[in-house]
């Protein structure tokens, strides 16, 4: 690896001309990603980028727990930690360009989570989206660990209330904005008018989400993530977030790709992996 490489906080993971990521080191956070010169992902104006606070945006990973950890932060601390680059950015045959991220146990993880991993994270810019990979290894001895994870993806939108998502129909879900009471999606296509946040259990492994950036129409697509999360804030929740500004709630959707209703168990010398894929369908 070169020494500039190793000095970057940021990592450019530029494809051609109009296809590029960002990764920040902090949380291994894709806080950008142009496709066909379009910005896909959200990012709060009042994110704060001091190395320490999660960043408000992008897409933070959650590891090894979703929400509020009795032992430690919320979401975790893979998304406030200081990752890695392990395989800088490389152009492929087809000319996809790939780097791979690395988070590995130290005192601090272990002093909140006593158990030795390996996290890599691959994100690679293609010319029909964007591929993100989560594999973690279990480095104990002997002991199996258990975890929740998500991809916390904040997708920038020109009006919420016009985006539809697919995939959620039928399903079961946890609303946390009703008490965390259990329901069932009647709908077909979910919407957005009000402050959403619902934990869909085992969704399908396709969401189509219309009018993100530039009136796009994405397809979201998970493996070996059961789960799927939507996020919106709204107009109170926004008010109150220090890292956020109180109108931008119509600029964003969260459409999180997780594995968190239950825990994934991994025995000691095993790897689980998940990953999702983004593909810009129209326009
Ligand atoms: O404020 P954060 O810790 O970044 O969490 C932001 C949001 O993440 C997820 O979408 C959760 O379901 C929400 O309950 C939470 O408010």
């Given at each position: 690896?070169?020494?500039?490489?190793?000095?970057?906080?940021?990592?450019?993971?530029?494809?051609?001309?109009?296809?590029?990521?960002?990764?920040?080191?902090?949380?291994?956070?894709?806080?950008s990603?142009?496709?066909?010169?379009?910005?896909?992902?959200?990012?709060?104006?009042?994110?704060?980028f001091?190395?320490?606070?999660?960043?408000?945006?992008?897409?933070?990973?959650?590891?090894?727990?979703?929400?509020?950890?009795?032992?430690?932060?919320?979401?975790?601390?893979?998304?406030?930690?200081?990752?890695?680059?392990?395989?800088?950015?490389?152009?492929?045959?087809?000319?996809?360009v790939?780097?791979?991220?690395?988070?590995?146990?130290?005192?601090?993880?272990?002093?909140?989570?006593?158990?030795?991993?390996?996290?890599?994270y691959?994100?690679?810019?293609?010319?029909?989206?964007?591929?993100?990979?989560?594999?973690?290894?279990?480095?104990?001895?002997?002991?199996?660990?258990?975890?929740?994870?998500?991809?916390?993806?904040?997708?920038a939108?020109?009006?919420?209330?016009?985006?539809?998502?697919?995939?959620?129909?039928?399903?079961?879900?946890?609303?946390?904005?009703?008490?965390?009471?259990?329901?069932?999606?009647?709908?077909?296509?979910?919407?957005?008018?009000?402050?959403?946040?619902?934990?869909?259990?085992?969704?399908?492994?396709n969401?189509?989400?219309?009018?993100?950036?530039?009136?796009?129409?994405?397809?979201?697509?998970?493996s070996?993530?059961?789960?799927?999360?939507?996020w919106?804030?709204?107009?109170?929740?926004?008010?109150?977030?220090?890292?956020?500004?109180?109108?931008?709630?119509?600029?964003?959707?969260?459409?999180?790709a997780?594995?968190?209703?239950?825990?994934?168990?991994?025995?000691?010398?095993?790897?689980?992996?998940?990953?999702?894929t983004?593909?810009?369908?129209?326009?």
């Amino acid at each position: 690896m070169t020494l500039s490489a190793l000095k970057m906080s940021k990592i450019e993971i530029r494809r051609d001309s109009s296809n590029c990521a960002v990764v920040n080191l902090h949380g291994a956070t894709l806080q950008s990603w142009v496709h066909e010169g379009t910005e896909m992902i959200f990012v709060s104006k009042k994110s704060v980028f001091d190395n320490k606070k999660a960043i408000r945006g992008g897409i933070p990973v959650v590891f090894p727990c979703f929400g509020v950890w009795e032992l430690g932060p919320q979401h975790g601390f893979a998304r406030i930690s200081k990752w890695s680059l392990l395989e800088e950015p490389t152009k492929d045959s087809n000319g996809d360009v790939k780097a791979v991220f690395e988070l590995s146990d130290d005192d601090n993880t272990r002093s909140l989570w006593n158990n030795k991993f390996k996290l890599s994270y691959t994100v690679c810019v293609m010319s029909s989206g964007l591929f993100t990979e989560l594999s973690v290894n279990n480095l104990n001895d002997s002991e199996p660990f258990s975890f929740t994870w998500l991809l916390h993806t904040y997708f920038a939108v020109p009006d919420v209330t016009k985006c539809t998502i697919s995939g959620l129909s039928c399903l079961t879900y946890k609303d946390k904005v009703d008490e965390g009471k259990e329901k069932k999606e009647v709908n077909d296509l979910v919407t957005i008018s009000g402050f959403t946040d619902r934990v869909y259990k085992e969704a399908s492994e396709n969401h189509v989400i219309t009018n993100v950036a530039g009136g796009k129409t994405v397809l979201l697509k998970k493996s070996n993530f059961p789960d799927t999360v939507v996020w919106n804030p709204w107009i109170e929740k926004a008010k109150s977030m220090s890292d956020f500004g109180d109108d931008e709630y119509p600029y964003m959707v969260c459409v999180e790709a997780g594995y968190v209703a239950n825990s994934c168990t991994v025995n000691a010398g095993s790897s689980y992996t998940s990953s999702q894929t983004i593909d810009v369908v129209s326009k």
